[in-house]
């Protein structure tokens, strides 16, 4: 009587690891370089890094004027966009 509870917790769990890795970000919304939640505009190629992080806090990020660069909250852009 025992071995049906099992069977159903096992098959269960296998169905949930199964299903979990189903959602996949668009290349666009990319949190390790555009941060949590950023999404580049309507029509805006993705363009990926050409040089390292400069340091903590920035993001890869769309420039309406310049195009894509690394932005941090409180400093701005780097190499003097604004």
């Known amino acids: 009587?025992?071995?049906f509870p099992t069977l159903t917790c096992?098959?269960?769990v296998c169905v949930a690891a199964a299903l979990g890795g189903c959602v996949v970000?668009?290349?666009g919304a990319h949190?390790?370089?555009?941060g949590p939640g950023y999404v580049a505009p309507p029509g805006v190629v993705?363009?990926?890094p050409?040089?390292?992080?400069?340091?903590?806090?920035y993001a890869w990020q769309y420039h309406g004027s310049f195009g894509w660069g690394w932005r941090h909250a409180d400093h701005g852009w780097h190499r003097g966009w604004r």
Do not use: C, F
Not at 31 to 34: I, L, N, R
């Open 31 to 34: 949190p390790a370089h555009g």
């Open 46 to 48: 993705y363009v990926a």
């Open 50 to 57: 050409t040089y390292a992080i400069p340091g903590p806090g």
């Open 1 to 3: 009587m025992m071995r």
């Open 10 to 12: 096992i098959a269960a």
């Open 25 to 27: 970000a668009p290349m």
